[in-house]
């Protein structure tokens, strides 16, 4: 089942087109996009698309651009909406972001404005992380606005199930706390526990998307980010949070860890890969030490390492056209 295409105008000084596209809780939805030469996103195949998407359950997002290849943006686009499992008849319904800028240039400097939403007290090291992923995006011409801190009622554990990641319910839940935040900010849900659903295993942060749509209130709307892990240590974890807001703004990571069929990387030209051939261990999983020397210091490598901090000038680039930032 698809939503109707519909087609839109894009104005010369275009710099990204952000999309959201909702529908019952149970669907699982991809988008599809092309312009009127090229095939940007095929819906049956998101993930392997010229310009990535990642399907999701009952809400997913996409960016155009997020890969050079989607350089330069045409005219118009023309986008779908497509249930690939319906467990509903609900309809589905799509929003669109356009981004625009001075004759269509990327800023040099933009401003991300921030909204901390506390469930529970602040762990201690908090502004010590703020300071680090402040410094992390600083470099790349981002500059984090002094945030917004907010308390909050909502659940201090969450639990992500491992196989839906991003989907879990529990996630959605405590994201749309975004709609007590100031209009116009990006949300960071802090709540005292972030773990793996029947596990001990915890996290350090969650962003709700790739990327996080400029809407306050949905399942996806911000990161969540977990107090206890980083407590113990504050420097990676704003440098996990970074990692997070990478995400959000729209970028992947520059090599995916387990091996499905080779190695995926991201759609960035001048980001580094690291090739499927460096796993000396075999366990089909790169890990942070086989990547050395290839991607593992990149802000966006997957295992986000302690001190993987940089970003290339076209991941720069790719995050400044981000509808969240301005």
């Known amino acids: 089942m698809a939503a109707g295409e519909e087609t839109i105008a894009l104005p010369a000084d275009t710099l990204s087109v952000t999309l959201l ?6 669907d699982v939805l991809s988008l599809g996009v092309r312009d009127p030469g090229r095939v940007l996103v095929d819906p049956t195949a998101p993930e392997g698309s010229l310009n990535r998407v990642l399907r999701g359950q009952g ?4 960016v155009i651009p997020s890969s050079t290849a989607a350089l330069p943006l045409a005219s118009s686009l023309a986008i779908t909406a497509v249930k690939l499992a319906s467990a509903s008849s609900e309809p ?3 929003s669109a972001w356009v981004k ?3 004759a269509g240039r990327v800023p040099a400097v933009q401003e991300l404005p921030l909204a901390v939403l506390f469930v529970g007290p602040p762990p201690p090291g908090f502004d010590v992380a703020l300071g680090e992923l402040g410094r992390i995006w600083r470099a790349a011409g981002i500059e984090v606005r002094e945030p917004v801190r907010l308390p909050v009622d909502g ?3 969450v639990a992500v199930d491992p196989a839906l990641g991003s989907d879990s319910p529990a996630v959605g839940a405590v994201l749309r706390l975004s709609e007590q935040a100031p209009p116009g900010t990006l949300a960071l849900v802090v709540v005292q526990d972030l773990g793996l659903a029947g596990g001990e295993l ?3 942060a969650l962003a709700g998307g790739i990327p996080v749509p400029p809407r306050a209130g949905t399942a996806r709307s911000g990161v969540v980010v977990g107090a206890r892990l980083l407590a113990r240590d504050p420097i990676w974890g704003g440098q996990i949070i970074a990692h997070e807001i990478g995400h959000a703004l729209g970028l992947y990571h520059t090599t995916e860890g387990p091996l499905v069929n080779g190695a995926l990387h991201d759609q ?3 980001t580094a890969d690291c090739p499927a051939a460096a796993d000396r261990d075999g366990d089909a999983t790169l890990s942070a030490s086989e990547c050395d020397g290839h991607d593992a210091a990149n802000l ?3 295992g986000t390492p302690r001190g993987a901090t940089r970003l290339t000038v076209g991941q720069a680039a790719m995050a400044r056209r981000s509808a969240l930032v301005r």
């Open 100 to 102: 625009r800028a001075e």
């Open 155 to 157: 659940p201090t554990r």
């Open 202 to 204: 915890g996290l350090w």
């Open 59 to 62: 809400l997913v997002t996409g």
């Open 268 to 270: 960035i030209d001048d």
């Open 92 to 94: 589905v319904t799509v």
């Open 21 to 26: 596209a909702t529908a019952a809780p149970a």
């Open 300 to 302: 966006m490598f997957w």
